[in-house]
């Protein structure tokens, strides 16, 4: 019998893991569980996957960490197996942080979804003097919600300013992830910055709130 890999989750922790994201996808909100042609069957589309890689050729794997940190829950983030190849193979979007803070909002939000969201504004841009500045796009709202406003430009002298992109409306089974900063639409690597934020933060939009189940 081969020895399972210390770097792995325990069956437990995918169990808990599920249970605490409410067996719905952190980032797509789509549903992982569901129904079978065969009655006594469930289909699962879930992943358990690592925020941080288990494997040195896994995306964002961290050397420092041990087996046990690796395979503990708090590495975990409850995910549908789309999405959970869109992290991978985009981990310059989908960063340590990033991952962390998605998780917390969306365990902290299960049990209690709000509906109809707006998107957040979109970042502002302001030059005084020469220069460019493009402001962050807005953040989607949730189903039936309202997109989010585009950012104020401003100019004082020469120069050049683009205002915020308006989130759109959320659509069902979509999340209302904040829009992208002006840094990643041009395709600026992201780079974390001396205050310890990071660069595709600035002039990101805000996250707009998911509707909640209705129940009869």
């Known amino acids: ?71 503990d829950i708090e590495n975990g983030i ?16 989908f960063t340590v942080e990033f991952l962390h803070k998605i998780k917390i909002d969306h365990e902290e939000s299960i049990l209690n979804l709000s509906s109809n969201g707006q998107g957040g504004k979109g970042g502002n841009a302001s030059v005084s003097g020469n220069g460019t500045a493009m402001g962050g796009r807005g953040g989607g709202g949730g189903v039936d919600g309202k997109g989010g406003d585009g950012g104020d430009a401003n100019v004082v002298g020469d120069g050049f300013a683009m205002g915020g992109e308006g ?6 089974n979509r ?27 600035k002039g990101r939009g805000g996250d707009g709130a998911f509707p909640a189940p209705k129940c009869n």
């Open 78 to 93: 409850w995910l549908c197996k789309s999405c959970h190849k869109e992290i991978d193979d985009n981990a310059l979007r």
């Open 175 to 201: 999340p209302a992830r904040g829009g992208r900063s002006p840094f990643e639409i041009l395709g600026i690597p992201n780079e974390q910055l001396p205050d310890g934020s990071w660069l595709w933060e």
């Open 1 to 71: 019998m081969a020895k399972s890999d210390p770097n792995n989750f325990s069956a437990k922790t995918k169990d808990v893991l599920a249970k605490r994201a409410g067996q719905i996808c952190t980032m797509c909100r789509r549903h992982t569980s569901g129904g079978n042609a065969n009655p006594k069957k469930a289909t699962m589309i879930g992943d358990a996957a690592h925020i941080e890689g288990a494997k040195s050729s896994e995306r964002r794997y961290n050397s420092s960490m041990t087996p046990e940190e690796r395979s």
């Open 167 to 172: 989130g759109e409306a959320g659509q069902l």
